[in-house]
């Protein structure tokens, strides 16, 4: 079974300032995707970023990048340029992309405090 | 992406009574999932809902507690029944897009069952 793991219960960072959350996972198989998602106070659950496992280059959306170490099962998210409105529950989630699975395995989350 | 709406966005139940959630989407899809994410804690998938065939569950959620109805490409629903304080969570609905490889969620559903 997929099992998703983030190590850090919380972080924070100042305003302006650049954050790293870890993500690891374990899994037998070879082609699935990764997202971190990201969960205000508000509770509705929306999609940071999304990394295909056969693609070598990092995604990037805006201030947002990932390290992605397919080798070490590895599957970090940066924010650069932290904002107030940067702060919520981060979660990893991973998808294995074969036909009929559709199953998101979810981390126990990051809660990032953006200290003003 | 897809704009998703839940009804109730939070509804306060006594014990073994049921809730009825409601979600829309505005368009067509063909997979519906439906969460759960107790508090403080992540998101547990409860089941697949397809149109015009009956959900599939993830195990340790059964029929019978949390039926579902999926009854057209842009509407499902999920039933909460004979409500314990167990069950008090916050209920997600998400759906896939991009032939499923991208979930996006709905606002969530937040249920306290006294």
């Known amino acids: 079974a997929q099992t998703v793991t983030q190590s850090q219960p919380e972080m924070s960072v100042q305003e302006a300032e650049t954050v790293t959350l870890s993500c690891t996972y374990d899994?037998?198989?070879?082609?699935?995707?990764l997202f971190w998602y990201k969960q205000p106070p508000s509770r509705q659950m929306i999609l940071v970023i999304r990394?295909?496992?056969?693609?070598?280059q990092n995604a990037t959306e805006n201030r947002f990048s990932v390290n992605f170490q397919k080798a070490a099962k590895s599957f970090s998210l940066k924010i650069s340029d932290s904002q107030l409105g940067d702060a919520a529950m981060y979660f990893c989630?991973?998808?294995?992309?074969?036909?009929?699975?559709?199953?998101?395995?979810f981390g126990k989350g990051t809660k990032l405090s953006v200290i003003p | 992406s897809a704009v998703i709406s839940q009804k109730p966005s939070r509804d306060i139940c006594q014990r073994g009574t049921s809730l009825t959630i409601q979600c829309q989407v505005d368009?067509?899809?063909?997979?519906m999932f439906w969460y759960r994410q107790q508090p403080g804690q992540s998101l547990t998938l409860i089941a697949t809902?397809?149109?015009?065939?009956?959900?599939?569950?993830e195990s340790g959620f059964v029929i019978d507690k949390f039926p579902i109805s999926r009854p057209n490409l842009t509407f499902s629903t999920l039933t909460v029944s004979n409500l314990s304080p167990e069950d008090s969570s916050i209920y997600l609905c998400?759906?896939?897009?991009?032939?499923?490889?991208?979930?996006?969620f709905g606002p969530g559903t937040r249920l306290l069952v006294l």
């Open positions: 990394q295909e496992a056969y693609k070598q």
């Open positions: 989630a991973y998808r294995y992309s074969g036909a009929g699975s559709y199953q998101l395995t």
């Open positions: 809902a397809n149109q015009g065939s009956e959900a599939t569950y």
């Open positions: 899994t037998s198989e070879s082609d699935y995707y």
């Open positions: 998400s759906v896939g897009v991009n032939s499923q490889e991208t979930q996006y």
């Open positions: 368009s067509q899809v063909t997979m």
